[in-house]
């Protein structure tokens, strides 16, 4: 805990943070509020801090994939839980034109990695080892997949990073998109309910990673050169025979955002929060049904030391 | 091959248009099946044939669109005060006050009934814990219905002033009701900014067309003599439209004003994707995300509530003259404020009343142990629907019959022998004096051992040409074929067959299932009792939240897709199939029983004949349904032009969007044509 305090501390001194004006107080910062209650814990921690530092703040609900025109148009100030993994590429046409800034890392270290639910392991003995899926794909194959089994990939939208791993590692599976993250959760429980094989291509933080007991395929640690070079790794004749590429999150805002609040610009710039921080308050909305605004409200009093230096090195 | 061979002998002896359509089109097919193995661009659009790039299609629409941006702006700029306002008057309105304001409006419109309808809807929409998001949801409607309102009159009055538009004005509706919303919202994004106006055009844009079909039906039933009456007491145009024809048409187009609010309440959820707005369609997708059934089915029932109270008062408001008290509406009202001071003011949060939680839990968790007790007999159920139904007609027999989904190979034999076994089937319908239903048979059985697919498209444009030059002539046939071309030279046409498939089986289904209880909808008025409230409960609830069971029972996948598009795409068949066979006219049926006709007589001889174009209609609704579906179904992983549009959404690609959406359009456009040309031949048969 403390550690992450000095973390914020040093990422704010390094960042070469300063007391700067505060600008327009009296017209509220809006920061997008996306599908995820991840994204809701994120958005609302940095709200509040924008608030204790004296500004008005306004939670605006927005898609996830359509923010970035709102952004570019100062609709909306900032948006702060982008996943590299699935960003859409408008987000680099708007920062290519410069009507988006991208304002730091989050600090949120995300996984991404094929995975499985508990029970799995029985079906397909030798797993977590990827290797044991060569010879269980029959386990996991469906009608429409009949005679390699089935893995249910990313939505289309997201990419395929399910699917480069099937076809890097040589594994006799077909990868069938998901549509939506709603039925990748659907399929999750689906399985758990009914005790019934599923390989997933699948992320944390997320709730749902223990709400299903949910564990990652252990796959060969890559490297640059995993995506490049066909002879490195496990399979001599591809790429993508590894882990997945560690997916970066991080924080965009409105061009104009420096210019109108230059405090909370700093502050947003230096926000940081981990994984250890945003899980407990997600399974606190999630699992045990409270409020975004009273678990926030609960973490930012018995949390101080970790956004107080923040809020003041801007401010002060 | 042989289907050739036994064509020709049996057609001679007389040939009508319907026969000569399905003879060229089984000779197109006999040609294609003959040649593909040797020219492969026969089955597969070769690449370099297309000719729209979607990359530059964006570039260009983007420019376009910035051109008209500043105009935009000033409009969701001048509309974002309405909307303020509404917004604000809602969410500040207290909550028994509300109820009370909507259960005194209904007593004026209907009395009793229509005052305690009111009541419970908006009591259930408090308990449900959703008051607030409800709220918000209205105030998007009853912004986005008077612009909408306005736009369906205005378009209505130009087809009816100016009779030279209006073939183009038929097609501009068309248009803007079979393009589906998802390919257009990034367009908007882009031109109106970010925020609620861009749900509110979107819905007006879907809810215009309704008003203006109505207002111009309205003005042609208008009576001659009324609007002579006008001109000889020497009223200028003006006073005639406004104080006689619209008057005159008053009753049609208070239908058009019903028909629009419930596409507008349809369209909630859509604009919902964009976000800006803390609705019940937000709600709805946030519940959808985690999988919640019970929860996003409560939020869903949410605007179930709204539609119901908001159909059946502006029905009433269109059809009831009937005078109720003023006095008890006053007293409804009092009470209202009595209850505001009383309980409003210690619970002035809606959110105090939230009741039915538990009950949403319950259903969430009843749908689990379904799940885990009945999987074994879901899955059964899901693979032979997929090997033995869907499988063979997407990819054909040829390629779906294998050793692990049939228990053998289908050879190169065995499709000689499903020929001829379909040509001699054909040959025998054809002898016995049926010979357009012989040809017709053929072709179908050779459509199922290639598969939808696969189906060469030489083949496709031909069959729809001269299914076109049946239905409507020959301008109908080439403006399909030319249609068509259009798709193929987008590069799409791959995935419009996917949809095409998709569609085929969902309206089979839909046929077979929707006719059935149609039927028996039609002939005990019991079953009617419980079809009823299930059918309108399935077309006003967003169906984001079916899509949660079907995914739990069956998993990602086509069949999970067809079943959606079915339990949405099954209603219009069942209504029309019932109504147009409860609608014999009196004469008939006593003229038939005098005759003794037994029930089932009387249903196969002179119900059915005069219900067909009725049903027809039905079949009609259901195509375009099951098309407007196919995007909710991309949510599921679907491989076809939903997915496209759905692709397109998410990465804010106008090019893929637009051209994908007009792909989708001109299928569903097709279709339309092709049903209601058919349905204008029975009415004329019938003589009506």
């Given at each position: 805990m403390k550690q992450l305090a000095l973390g914020l501390a040093l990422a704010a001194m390094a960042t070469g943070t300063t007391a700067a004006e505060m600008g327009a107080v009296d017209q509220p910062i809006k920061l997008a509020i996306n599908e995820w209650t991840g994204q809701h814990v994120t958005t609302h921690v940095a709200g509040e801090m924008l608030k204790a530092a004296g500004y008005k703040v306004e939670y605006v609900t927005a898609g996830m994939m359509n923010q970035f025109q709102a952004l570019a148009d100062g609709d909306l100030d900032a948006t702060l839980e982008i996943w590299s993994s699935n960003v859409s590429d408008e987000y680099a046409k708007k920062i290519g034109e410069g009507t988006v800034v991208e304002i730091g890392d989050l600090g949120l270290d995300a996984k991404e990695g094929i995975a499985y639910p508990a029970h799995v392991a029985e079906l397909c003995p030798g797993l977590p080892a990827w290797e044991a899926l060569k010879a269980c794909a029959g386990a996991f194959a469906t009608a429409e997949t009949l005679p390699m089994g089935r893995l249910v990939d990313y939505p289309a939208d997201w990419g395929t990073p399910g699917a480069d791993r099937m076809t890097g590692l040589a594994l006799p599976f077909k990868a069938v998109p998901a549509g939506s993250e709603g039925a990748l959760i659907t399929e999750l429980r689906a399985a758990t309910e009914k005790k019934s094989p599923l390989l997933i291509t699948f992320w944390q933080p997320h709730w749902a990673m223990s709400a299903y007991d949910v564990k990652f395929v252990d796959l060969p640690e890559g490297n640059e050169a995993c995506f490049t070079d066909?002879?490195?790794?496990?399979?001599?004749?591809?790429?993508?025979?590894?882990?997945?590429?560690p997916s970066r999150i991080f924080k965009a805002a409105w061009s104009g955002f420096a210019e109108k609040w230059p405090a909370a610009y700093e502050i947003l710039t230096a926000y940081q929060l981990s994984v250890e921080d945003q899980q407990p308050m997600m399974g606190a909305i999630d699992v045990d049904g409270g409020k975004v605004e009273d678990v926030v409200a609960k973490w930012m009093s018995a949390n101080e030391g970790k956004w107080r230096p923040v809020v003041e090195a801007a401010t002060k | 091959m042989s289907a050739l061979s036994e064509a020709p002998p049996a057609a001679r002896p007389q040939l009508g248009p319907g026969t000569w359509a399905a003879l060229v089109t089984l000779l197109a097919g006999a040609l294609c099946l003959i040649f593909a193995p040797r020219l492969p661009w026969l089955t597969a659009w070769p690449a370099d044939w297309v000719l729209l790039d979607t990359k530059s299609l964006s570039a260009w629409l983007e420019a376009a669109l910035r051109f008209i941006r500043p105009a935009a702006r000033l409009v969701s700029a001048l509309l974002a005060y309405p909307m303020g306002w509404a917004n604000a008057l809602f969410l500040a309105t207290p909550w028994p006050l509300f109820i009370g304001i909507v259960t005194a409006i209904g007593w004026l419109i209907g009395g009793a009934a229509m005052a305690s309808l009111g009541f419970l809807g908006l009591v259930f929409v408090l308990i449900s814990g959703y008051w607030a998001e409800g709220m918000s949801t209205l105030a998007l409607v009853a912004v986005s219905v008077p612009v909408a309102l306005l736009a369906g009159l205005a378009i209505g009055l130009l087809a009816n002033e100016v009779p030279r538009v209006k073939g183009a004005v038929q097609v501009l509706l068309d248009v803007m009701q079979t393009v589906p919303t998802f390919a257009y919202l990034t367009p908007l994004v882009l031109l109106?900014?970010?925020?609620?106006v861009v749900g509110l055009i979107a819905s007006a844009i879907y809810a215009a067309p309704p008003m203006a079909r109505n207002v111009i039906l309205g003005f042609e039933r208008v009576e001659t003599e009324i609007k002579e009456a006008a001109i000889m007491s020497g009223a200028t145009r003006f006073q005639q439209l406004f104080q006689v024809e619209i008057p005159a048409a008053g009753r049609q187009i208070m239908v058009g004003f019903n028909q629009c609010l419930m596409a507008a309440l349809s369209m909630v959820i859509i604009a919902a994707v964009i976000g800006g707005f803390n609705d019940i369609g937000w709600e709805v997708l946030l519940t959808m995300r985690k999988a919640l059934f019970g929860q996003s089915l409560l939020a869903g029932l949410v605007i179930v509530a709204f539609a119901v109270v908001i159909d059946r008062m502006s029905g009433a408001l269109a059809f009831e003259r009937a005078r109720h008290d003023r006095r008890v509406a006053l007293a409804i009202l009092g009470v209202a404020l009595l209850a505001t001071l009383l309980v409003w003011w210690r619970h002035p949060d809606p959110e105090a009343f939230r009741l039915l939680t538990p009950l949403a839990e319950a259903v969430d968790k009843g749908l689990g142990a379904f799940t885990a007790s009945q999987g074994a007999t879901l899955d059964a159920l899901k693979n032979n629907a997929m090997f033995y139904g869907l499988l063979p007609l997407r990819i054909g027999l040829d390629d779906s019959v294998l050793p692990f989904t049939w228990g053998f190979q289908w050879t190169a034999w065995m499709s000689g022998a499903w020929f001829a076994v379909a040509a001699l089937a054909g040959l025998a319908l054809a002898l016995s004096g049926r010979v357009t239903a012989g040809i017709a048979l053929t072709i179908g059985l050779g459509i199922i051992e290639t598969g939808i697919a696969q189906l060469p498209w030489p083949f496709v444009l031909i069959g729809a040409g001269a299914l076109g030059h049946v239905a409507g002539g020959r301008r109908l046939a080439l403006l399909s074929v030319v249609l068509l071309l259009a798709i193929l030279v987008s590069g799409l046409w791959d995935r419009a067959l996917l949809s095409l498939y998709l569609c085929t089986a969902s309206v089979v289904a839909c046929v077979l299932v929707g006719g059935a209880l149609g039927l028996a909808s039609a002939v005990s008025p019991t079953v009617w009792r419980v079809v009823r409230p299930v059918c309108d409960m399935l077309q006003t609830?967003?169906?984001?939240?079916?899509l949660i069971p079907v995914l739990m029972f069956f998993q990602i996948g086509e069949f999970s897709a067809f079943l959606a598009i079915c339990a949405y795409a099954v209603v219009p068949m069942i209504r029309y199939t019932r109504h147009g066979l409860v609608e014999t006219p009196p004469e008939m049926v006593e003229a038939a029983t005098a005759a003794g006709a037994t029930t089932w007589q009387m249903l196969r001889d002179v119900r059915a004949p005069w219900a067909a174009p009725t049903i027809l209609l039905g079949l009609n609704q259901t195509i375009l349904y099951a098309f407007s579906m196919l995007v909710i179904a991309a949510l599921i992983g679907t491989t076809d032009l939903g997915q496209s549009i759905f692709l397109a959404l998410g990465q804010a690609d106008i090019g893929l969007g637009v051209s994908a959406g007009a792909a989708m359009a001109i299928l569903a456009f097709i279709a339309d044509r092709l049903v209601q040309g058919f349905a204008r031949g029975q009415r004329e048969a019938l003589g009506l």
């Open positions: 066909p002879a490195w790794g496990p399979n001599p004749n591809a790429v993508n025979d590894c882990d997945f590429a | 109106f900014g970010f925020g609620p609830i967003p169906l984001f939240v079916f």
